[in-house]
């Protein structure tokens, strides 16, 4: 069994083409039924806004693991010095249920997300075709960061500007230099959101604060579930994309608040497997803004794990933890 943890991961090739194509493998494995997950269940105790969840999952395919996620959200560490998030995946061998490894890394997580962002992405830039792209993120801890190198991985030369914006002070040296000279520092969420053609949510807000018109034909990814107010449910009823109903709609997110208040309802949104439909933004108008609210499938954490415990193992990095040092009960 081999053990990685941040710095392991750190070491290997963070390659965002090759992780946002295990995204596309594990959504084709959606798609045809070739994975079993259970809803999630949140553990919650003293602070109701700290939770930890566990993640199970088999995923076929290519891939053919089963295992399980336990991440910790403590949004309050920041306060503390400590990263708001800590996560540990277990793989299993899926036909003989033997663990063959153990990920020790809220960067894997991370870069999950980000991947699975991505996976929306390209997709709408091959079917969209869009010249050049203003970016919006709010919100540039671990999640945001990694989403401004993905985005800057994928788009590249498309990319006309990136406007970042957090309520804490923005260090200067955490944006890469290769990006740098397209950046700028907003003043407000609303300079981040106006002219965005991608706007991404990756904050800890406790308060929706999104009440504005998005403009149109933009793709919002939700990352963070919690920032956008019923108000705009309006301009985004067309072009709702969720990666899962029965686990998005719940836990007070975004989709929660719009079946409650707006009426949204199951029928009214697109899921993730649905977009490997053949020019699936077809049905929407240029102008339609489109919303994706991913509330984080462990499937997608079993496969992105599966891929680095592969690398680490052509790279010989990690540990192996030998079956003589477990304790066999």
């Not at 919303?291 to 790279?315: H, S, T, W, Y």
């Amino acid at each position: 069994m081999r053990y990685l943890n941040d710095e392991t991961i750190s070491g290997l090739n963070l390659n965002w083409h090759d992780n946002i194509q295990v995204i596309a493998d594990a959504v084709q494995c959606i798609s045809v039924q070739d994975t079993a997950q259970p809803v999630k269940p949140y553990l919650r105790y003293g602070n109701p806004r700290n939770r930890i969840i566990a993640m199970p999952a088999f995923i076929g395919g290519n891939i053919n693991k089963s295992g399980i996620k336990w991440i910790a959200s403590f949004p309050d560490n920041i306060n503390k010095g400590l990263p708001r998030a800590h996560s540990v995946t277990i793989l299993n061998d899926a036909d003989t249920g033997v663990p063959v490894g153990i990920v020790n890394s809220g960067s894997l997580s991370a870069i999950r997300t980000a991947s699975v962002s991505g996976f929306v992405l390209k997709l709408f830039i091959q079917q969209r075709k869009p010249e050049r792209l203003k970016i919006g993120i709010v919100g540039f801890g671990p999640i945001g960061r990694h989403h401004l190198n993905m985005c800057h991985a994928l788009l590249d030369d498309r990319i006309e500007e990136i406007s970042i914006y957090d309520l804490l002070p923005i260090r200067e040296e955490l944006i890469p230099g290769a990006v740098r000279e397209k950046v700028t520092v907003a003043g407000s969420w609303e300079q981040a959101y106006s002219n965005a053609d991608v706007f991404i949510t990756c904050t800890v807000s406790k308060d929706r604060y999104i009440d504005h018109k998005p403009k149109a034909g933009s793709l919002h990814l939700n990352v963070s579930l919690r920032d956008y107010k019923p108000e705009v449910f309006a301009s985004f009823r067309k072009g709702i994309i969720v990666d899962n109903w029965e686990e998005i709609c719940r836990e007070n997110t975004d989709i929660e608040i719009f079946h409650k208040t707006n009426g949204l309802q199951k029928n009214d949104v697109k899921e993730i497997q649905h977009l490997l439909t053949n020019n699936f933004f077809s049905y929407l108008n240029d102008d339609d803004p489109i919303m994706f609210n991913p509330m984080g499938m462990a499937v997608f954490d079993i496969a992105m794990a599966d891929r680095f415990l592969k690398l680490a193992q052509e790279a010989d990095a990690g540990w192996l933890l030998e079956a003589s040092a477990l304790v066999n009960n």
